[in-house]
C-alpha cells in the first residue's frame, strides 16, 4: 500500500541551487546595469548524423534596483518548430546572493509547492525543478557555450 506524503520543500537543497545560479550567471554576465544583455553560442555535432546543431543564448537585464536585478533568459534554435525554446525570468538578489526562476514559458508568479493534480497540471515541487533546470542549463552554457569575438586586424603603421 502506496502512502499518501504531501510534498514538503526541500529549502536547503533549493538554496543551494539558487546559490549557484547565482554564481554560474555571475561568470556568463558580469554586469547587471539595465539593459545589458549578452548573447553566445552552444555548438555541438547531432547525434545521428555529422551535421553540427547550434544554439544561441541571450541573456538581457530587464530590471535592475541596488540589490536585485532580473534577467530574462532565452535559447533560440535547436528545438523543432512544435516546441517552445526555454525561456525565462530570473531574479537575482544581489545581497543574499542568490538567483531564482520567477516565471517560465510566460507562466508568472511560480509557487513553492502546488497540491497535485491542480488545473495548470503542475508538479509539487515545480519551482524546485525549474531553479535545478536552470542551474543545469547554465552549467551547459558554461561547459559549452562560445562568444562570438569581433577582431579587427587594422594593419599597424
Known amino acids: 500500500m502506496a502512502l499518501n506524503r504531501r ?6 537543497k533549493m538554496g543551494a541551487a539558487c546559490e549557484g545560479n547565482y554564481i554560474r550567471l555571475n561568470k556568463l554576465m558580469p554586469e547587471f546595469e539595465l539593459g545589458y544583455e549578452t548573447s553566445f553560442n552552444i555548438h555541438g555535432d547531432a547525434p545521428s548524423d555529422s551535421r553540427e546543431y547550434q ?3 541571450h541573456l538581457k537585464v530587464i530590471e ?9 533568459v532565452v535559447q533560440k534554435g535547436l528545438c523543432p518548430e512544435w516546441i517552445q525554446p526555454p525561456c525565462m525570468i530570473v531574479r537575482i538578489y544581489h545581497d543574499a546572493r542568490s538567483a531564482e526562476v520567477t516565471s517560465y514559458q ?4 511560480i509557487e513553492g509547492k502546488y497540491q497535485y493534480p491542480n488545473p495548470q497540471m503542475r508538479m509539487p515541487d515545480e519551482k524546485s525543478q525549474l531553479n535545478q533546470f536552470l542551474a543545469e542549463w547554465l552549467t551547459h ?3 559549452y557555450g ?4 569581433a577582431l579587427d586586424f587594422a594593419p599597424q603603421r
Open 7 to 12: 510534498y514538503v520543500p526541500d529549502l536547503k
Open 55 to 57: 544554439a544561441r543564448i
Open 64 to 72: 535592475s534596483f541596488p540589490y536585485t536585478s532580473t534577467v530574462e
Open 106 to 109: 510566460n507562466q508568472k508568479r
Open 141 to 143: 552554457c558554461l561547459k
Open 146 to 149: 562560445h562568444a562570438e569575438v
